[in-house]
C-alpha cells in the first residue's frame, strides 16, 4: 500500500489509540492532493534526469539542494556507514525506549538501509523512508518510500508517527529548529525524535598534529560552503538538544561517540570501527572534492591534489584522528505532561 493509499484508509478509519486534534481532517485532505500527485510520479520522470560531473551522477530533484553524488558508489558509501554505526551503537537501530511503534518516518533515508532494518525489526509498524533522489533498494510490504524535501512542509497528519528519524542528513536541512517543530506536530504524544548526526569536523588526540592538515581543511571548506548557503553541518549538531528543549521536548539526551579514523587505537571492535570510518573517508574525499570544485571553488587539479593530501592525512595513524556521531533524541510529552495543571496519575 503507498502512502497516499494508507491515507485514504486512514481517513475512513482514524486509529482508536490515537487522538486527533479536530483540524487534523484538514491536514489529511490536503496530504492526498498533495501526496498522490507528485512525489511518486516526480521520482519516475526525474529518474531520467540525473546530473553526470566528472563521472559522478547526482540528484536532479531540488538540484543542489544535496551536493554530493547519489551513483552507486555513494550507495556503497552509505552501506559502509551503516556498519560502522551499527558497531558504535552495539548493533541497536536506536537508542529511544520504543516497544510498539505504529509508525516511523526516516527523514533522508538514502538506500533506505536504516528504513528497512526497522521496518523488519517491528513488523506491525508502518515505516515511511524520504529522500530527495530515488535510490531505494526494495523493502519489506511495511515499508514505503516517498521523494521529498525534508526542508519543505511537511505533508504528515499531526500526532501520526511514534519516531522521527535521521541519519546523516545535516547538511541537507537549512532550518533544523523548523525540523523540530515539524517532528513536534507529527509525532504522537510519547513519541521520538532521534537524530544520529554527525559534525563535518576532525579532531585529533595527539598535540602535535597541526589543525589544519589538508583534510580538515577539506571539511572546513564543506562546511565553510554550507554555512554560507545557510545550512550549518559543523558543531551547530551541538545547539540540537538546546532546540529540542525549547521546541517541547522532554527527556532531551545528547551522546557524543567517538569514531577513531583508522585503527590507531582501543579494542578489537574500536579498532573495526577505524577501520570501517577510514574506509568511508577515503571514498567520501573524492566526492566531496569534486563537489567542491563543481560548485566553482576549486580548480579540478587543485581539488584532487587536496583530496591526495587528505587521503595521507587519514591513513596516517600518527595523526590520531577521530570523529564524532551525535545522538540527540527527545520526547514529545504525553498530554498530562503537557497540560501542567492536570494531576499526573
Ligand atoms: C549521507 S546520506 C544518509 C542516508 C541514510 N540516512 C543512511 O544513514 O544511510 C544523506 C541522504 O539525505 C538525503 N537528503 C539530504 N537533504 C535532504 C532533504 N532536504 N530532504 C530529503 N532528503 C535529503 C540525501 O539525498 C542523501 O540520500
Avoid at 105 to 118: E, K, Q
Avoid at 147 to 154: S, V
Avoid at 259 to 281: F, H, K, M, S
Wanted: charged share 25%; proline share 7%.
Amino acid at each position: 500500500m503507498t502512502y497516499s493509499e494508507e491515507l485514504a484508509v486512514v481517513e475512513t478509519q482514524a486509529d482508536p489509540d490515537i487522538e486527533y486534534e479536530d483540524d487534523d481532517c484538514d491536514s489529511l485532505f490536503s496530504v492526498q492532493t498533495s501526496s498522490s500527485a507528485s512525489s511518486i510520479a516526480r521520482s519516475h520522470s526525474e529518474l531520467a534526469n540525473y546530473r553526470i560531473e566528472n563521472n559522478r551522477r547526482y540528484q536532479s530533484f531540488r538540484e543542489g539542494k544535496w551536493i554530493l553524488p547519489n551513483d552507486e558508489r555513494e550507495q556503497d558509501r552509505y552501506q559502509i556507514v551503516d556498519q560502522m554505526v551499527s558497531l558504535v551503537l552495539n548493533g541497536d537501530l536506536h537508542k529511544s525506549p520504543m516497544e510498539q511503534p505504529k509508525r516511523i518516518l526516516d527523514l533522508g533515508t538514502g538506500t533506505g538501509v536504516w528504513a528497512i532494518d526497522i521496518a523488519h525489526k517491528f513488523p506491525n509498524c508502518r515505516v515511511i523512508g524520504t529522500d530527495l533522489s530515488p535510490i531505494q533498494v526494495p523493502a519489506p510490504p511495511n515499508c514505503t518510500f516517498e521523494i521529498e524535501d525534508a526542508d519543505e512542509e511537511w505533508v504528515y497528519p499531526p500526532n501520526y508517527f511514534s519516531m522521527v528519524h535521521t541519519r546523516h542528513v545535516m547538511p541537507g536541512i537549512a532550518d533544523w529548529y523548523r525540523f523540530f517543530e515539524q517532528s513536534y506536530r507529527v509525532l504522537h504524544p510519547g513519541g521520538w525524535v532521534e537524530l544520529h548526526e554527525a559534525p563535518h569536523r576532525i579532531y585529533s588526540d595527539n598535540p602535535n598534529t597541526p589543525s589544519d592538515i589538508p583534510l580538515m581543511r577539506v571539511c572546513q571548506r564543506f562546511s565553510d560552503y554550507h554555512a554560507s548557503m545557510g545550512k550549518p553541518c559543523g558543531e551547530e549538531v551541538f545547539e540540537f538538544k538546546d532546540h529540542l528543549e525549547a521546541v517541547g521536548f522532554v527527556d532531551v539526551t545528547e551522546t557524543r561517540y567517538r569514531i577513531p579514523l583508522g585503527a590507531w587505537r582501543g579494542d578489537p571492535i574500536e579498532r573495526e570501527i577505524g577501520r570501517y570510518n577510514l574506509l568511508n573517508v577515503l571514498e567520501a574525499l573524492e566526492a566531496y572534492t569534486l563537489a567542491l570544485h563543481d560548485l566553482g571553488l576549486d580548480d579540478l587539479e587543485e581539488a584532487r591534489d587536496l583530496a591526495r593530501k587528505a587521503e595521507n592525512n587519514a591513513k596516517n595513524r600518527k595523526l590520531e584522528l577521530y570523529c564524532y556521531l551525535v545522538v540527540i533524541r527527545g520526547r514529545k510529552p504525553t498530554a498530562c505532561e503537557a497540560l501542567p495543571n492536570v494531576p499526573r496519575a
